[in-house]
């Protein structure tokens, strides 16, 4: 995922809601964030 | 008695309820458009089988996010009755408006045939013109129909009768080989909502619903919802 966001953290709580609202069903299924190094 | 039948991009069993709904009861059906925000004053809403935008993602994902489900859920909310069947069912567990969420099938096979669902709640709209423990036919065709939901969601479905279709075999016995055809927990084959007036069921109930196509089994469930709406 490549976000135009310059600070981590909200990058982070986008991706996260992201995650939650539609890339993952948390009934079934887990998901991580890590940044590339 | 307006049924409205949705259709999102991808639908394939929108013209068979319509049919049945039209032409079988003889009650007013209309298309609804996905894109649409006004149900047209439906007394009873359809979300047909299909593979809503292609399945991409999941299946249902995406059409959860369609802007008529935004109507859909007023309308389940103020007690409205709504029917998800097969790929409905999953954009009914997507959208949240039931519990739980569909696996691909334990086969990692589509799966189209009859198979006999045993009636677990005969008290709600959607089934009170079938008898608690009778066994029904009616044909499944999907490749995500495994039903799966937490344990403590499982014991609230089972506690509150929300179970209303299982996987049985001819005479009704679970766990026969074959009878479940897609690994769902507990043989669940649809759910309601705890107040009862939201339905998902993997099953066809439009496909065997008059005597032609090999079967009447499942217009009772239409003629079932329309006895309890009139």
């Known amino acids: ?37 | 008695m307006l049924f409205a039948v949705i259709v999102f991009p991808g639908s394939n069993c929108d013209h068979d309820v319509y049919h049945v709904a039209k032409h079988v009861l003889g009650r007013a059906a209309r298309y609804i458009w996905h894109k649409d925000r006004d149900l047209r004053g439906a007394d009873v809403v359809v979300l047909p089988g299909g593979f809503a935008y292609g399945d991409y993602l999941r299946v249902g994902a995406i059409a959860r996010f369609s802007p008529v489900m935004e109507e859909v859920r007023r309308f389940a909310q103020r007690g409205g009755h709504v029917v998800g069947i097969c790929n409905g069912f999953q954009i009914l567990l997507e959208s949240g408006l039931l519990p739980g969420a569909m696996r691909r099938n334990d086969s990692l096979k589509y799966v189209c045939r009859d198979v006999h669902l045993k009636v677990e709640n005969a008290m709600t709209p959607w089934t009170r013109k079938y008898a608690r423990g009778e066994v029904i036919r009616i044909p499944v065709g999907h490749g995500d129909g495994n039903y799966f939901i937490d344990e403590e969601g499982l014991r609230r479905l089972e506690g509150e009768g929300q179970v209303v279709f299982r996987y049985s075999d001819a005479r009704g016995a679970r766990g026969t080989r074959g009878a479940n055809p897609n690994g769902s927990l507990a043989d669940i084959a649809g759910i309601t909502n705890a107040r009862g007036n939201v339905l998902g069921m993997m099953p066809h109930p439009e496909r065997l619903a008059e005597g032609v196509l090999g079967g009447e089994d499942g217009r009772r469930l239409f003629e079932g919802i329309v006895e309890a709406i009139e």
């Open chain 1, 1 to 37: 995922m490549e976000l135009s966001e310059s600070d981590p953290e909200k990058a982070r709580e986008r991706l996260a809601a992201m995650c939650e609202k539609l890339l993952a069903n948390t009934v079934i299924e887990e998901y991580r964030i890590e940044e590339p190094a």
